[in-house]
């Protein structure tokens, strides 16, 4: 099987240049949604870059289709979950455990 | 097929804009509107029904040189592919997101009375 995690994750580091690197998740759910022909692998991904500013929605999912060109011939499907701009950015609770970068009130 | 030339001749684009333009809101997928299949084109049949639009359903799984000269017609490497009013609108993940956001019944209402 052709592409693995640390190969989708570099593709998108070196194109899409991501501001919170933490904030990557991949996940390997093969075989699991898709039924039709469950060939490959298949990947989610959320993503936070200076280079999503200013882009509508569509803008910023070929970018990230693009930056992932190669892996695409061989993955099977891939999810964006997320593709903002860093002021977009609204860290869900589980997020922002990790990153303890907005200032909590009753500190 | 790997790095072979086009896919899209002048003819099969013709063919694609005319496809794309038949309704309002066209969906190509994997499977039919009944018949789904492949969890990410059913979302987008979920959505559509949900909104009560009325759409034409194309499998892709059955015309293959669709589903290569799709990919190129809308510069998009998977499927499902939504359009609206003869534009690529997205797939499934950005039709998710604006069904979520109430964007997607503004742009189809729109299309819907244009």
New interface residues.
């Given amino acids: 099987m052709g592409v693995t995690k640390e190969q989708v994750e570099a593709s998108l580091t070196s194109k899409l240049n991501p501001v919170h690197l933490p904030l990557f998740f991949f996940r390997l759910y093969k075989e699991v949604?898709?039924?039709?022909g469950g060939c490959g692998a298949s990947f989610a991904v959320e993503i936070v870059s200076e280079e999503f500013e200013g882009k509508r929605?569509?803008e910023r999912?070929?970018m990230v289709?693009a930056a992932l060109?190669e892996e695409?011939?061989e993955i099977h499907?891939?999810?964006?979950?997320k593709a903002q701009a860093p002021q977009q950015w609204n860290p869900t609770p589980e997020d922002s455990s990790t990153t303890a970068t907005t200032p909590t009130t009753d500190a | 097929c790997?790095a072979s030339s086009s896919a899209l001749t002048p003819q099969l684009r013709d063919t694609l804009e005319k496809l794309v333009n038949s309704e309002k809101v066209v969906l190509f997928m994997?499977?039919t509107r009944d018949f789904p299949?492949?969890?990410?084109s059913n979302t987008v049949v979920q959505i559509l029904k949900n909104l009560n639009v009325p759409f034409e359903d194309v499998n892709i799984?059955e015309n293959e040189m669709v589903r290569q000269g799709l990919k190129e017609y809308s510069?998009?490497?998977?499927f499902p592919q939504l359009y609206i009013g003869g534009e690529?609108?997205?797939?499934?993940?950005?039709t998710l997101?604006?069904f979520q956001s109430g964007e997607l019944q503004e742009v189809v209402e729109r299309a819907m009375c244009s």
């Avoid at chain 2, 690529?88 to 950005?94: L, N």
């Fill in positions: 949604i898709d039924t039709s929605l569509l999912h070929r289709n060109e695409m011939k499907a891939l999810s964006i979950k | 790997s994997k499977g299949m492949c969890g990410f799984l510069s998009w490497p998977t690529f609108f997205g797939g499934c993940d950005i997101e604006a």
